[in-house]
């Protein structure tokens, strides 16, 4: 790979140790991905590891975030004084926040103290404070071929697919490396060669609701496993709230980092966009019967008593979040209901009084991550609903004694309000 002037400067330690040694990651990663350069970039969605809980990070001095950066970004257990980040960068969805703690009545003082670490390191080293899974709604707007570092992999879908973005799915180590620099390794779906389709599937059983759209990703994504798949369906138009239940389905299932929709994502307006020089690997087929399949494999808890609704994966949309509150609008939830967004939308639902709604429900809004996240769970569940094909599919690992139902928002608020599926 061959590096600049300046990259070799910081290579040999110029510009701090910190630095030197990102740069040697990056390198090493590089060249393992036979990329001829480094490419510049501005944005990087980061995943900020709160250190709390302890099991998460090897034996460090959880008061010094350095340590904690040096361990999970550097690959070190040396400690290194970490820069201000070159990159401008936003975090991802990995922070409790005090309010659910509150919330859950837990008191342990490390998780509020650990909180409070992570948010001084942000504000110290010029990182945004999003925490959210869906950044691109809430001031990181990528654009048609920026190149970026992205590490949530349904923000990773969204950016270079709906966007046009440029990303591949990075660890907390890449992305770590690549903000501190402001650099990534010209590779996989950086370049265009590798952003052309290999498989196209004919979708027949039009989603009309959005929890279809999760249908459709997630049985695709078993389906086809490694691919950058694409879609002829006949739909004037997808909204980014379809294309974000969508995708985060999709590459569930599938190692699936990047689709085209035929006229509705910005490279495939025309089929020969989409495959470039490629032929499709395979052609499928998705119908009822396959949409009945995706349900079946989601909703299969046998108990008809529900006791716990989770909404909201990924983070809700503002429009999600004044649909919720108009069907909770004068309810009373009997079993326990929380809908997850970030910290900004819950401002705006706060201001539009969305917020006063699905709190005099019952509901409690969760901000800045997810239970699966930061394995932080509310005591005594045993069956949960939820509108997300990824949430349905992610909580048995993490919580293998809970039971899933899986359906729209309306039959989930319903769930939560009657204690029945
Ligand atoms: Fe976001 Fe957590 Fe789902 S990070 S995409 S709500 S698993």
């Given at each position: 790979m061959k590096l600049t002037e300046q990259e070799q400067l910081i290579l040999s330690g110029r510009e701090g140790p910190a630095r030197q040694r990102a740069m040697e990651i990056l390198v090493m990663y590089g060249e393992a991905m036979q990329a001829d350069k480094l490419l510049d970039i501005e944005s990087v969605g980061l995943t900020i590891s709160?250190?709390?809980?302890?099991?998460?990070?090897?034996?460090?001095?959880?008061?010094?975030y350095n340590a904690v950066f040096s361990y999970a970004?550097?690959?070190?257990l040396e400690v290194y004084d970490i820069p201000r980040m070159s990159a401008r960068c936003c975090s991802q969805a990995t922070n409790p926040s005090p309010d659910y703690l509150r919330y859950l009545g837990i008191t342990d003082e490390n998780l509020y103290r650990g909180i409070e670490i992570t948010n001084d390191f942000m504000k110290r080293t010029g990182i945004?404070?999003?925490?959210?899974?869906?950044q691109y709604l809430v001031g990181d707007l990528i654009t048609l071929g920026q190149h970026c570092s992205v590490q949530e992999s349904s923000a990773v879908i969204f950016v270079n697919s709906v966007l046009g973005g440029r990303t591949n799915c990075y660890g907390e180590m890449i992305g770590g490396c690549a903000a501190l620099l402001g650099k990534i390794p010209n590779a996989g779906l950086h370049r265009t060669e590798n952003r052309r389709g290999t498989h196209l599937v004919k979708v027949e059983?039009?989603?009309?609701?959005?929890?279809e759209w999760d249908l459709l990703g997630y049985y695709m994504g078993k389906k086809l496993g490694a691919a950058v798949p694409v879609f002829q369906i006949e739909i004037p138009c997808v909204t980014a709230d379809m294309h974000k239940s969508f995708g985060a389905s999709l590459c569930t299932t599938g190692s699936i980092d990047m689709y085209h929709m035929i006229g509705l994502t910005p490279e495939a307006f025309t089929y020969e966009q989409a495959f470039g020089s490629n032929k499709p690997i395979e052609v499928y087929t998705y119908g009822a019967e396959e949409k009945k399949k995706a349900l079946q494999l989601l909703d299969y808890?046998?108990?008809?008593?529900?006791d716990f609704v989770l909404m909201g994966c990924p983070h809700y949309s503002i429009y999600q979040m004044q649909k919720i509150a108009a069907l909770l609008e004068g309810k009373k939830t009997k079993a326990r209901l929380i809908i997850m967004t970030t910290w900004i939308i819950k401002e705006m639902a706060d201001r539009n009084g969305y917020s006063e709604i699905i709190e005099k429900a019952g509901g409690f809004i969760m901000t800045d991550t997810c239970p699966p996240m930061i394995h932080i769970w509310p005591e005594g569940i045993k069956v949960m609903a939820t509108d997300s094909g990824k949430m349905a599919h992610y909580t048995p690992s993490t919580r293998s004694d809970v039971s899933i139902h899986m359906g729209s928002m309306e039959h989930c608020v319903q769930a939560a309000i009657t204690g029945k599926w």
């Open positions: 709160c250190p709390y809980p302890v099991d998460r990070h090897a034996d460090m001095v959880m008061e010094d970004s550097l690959n070190s945004n404070n999003t925490l959210s899974c869906v059983e039009i989603p009309k609701e959005l929890y808890a046998a108990e008809e008593e529900v």
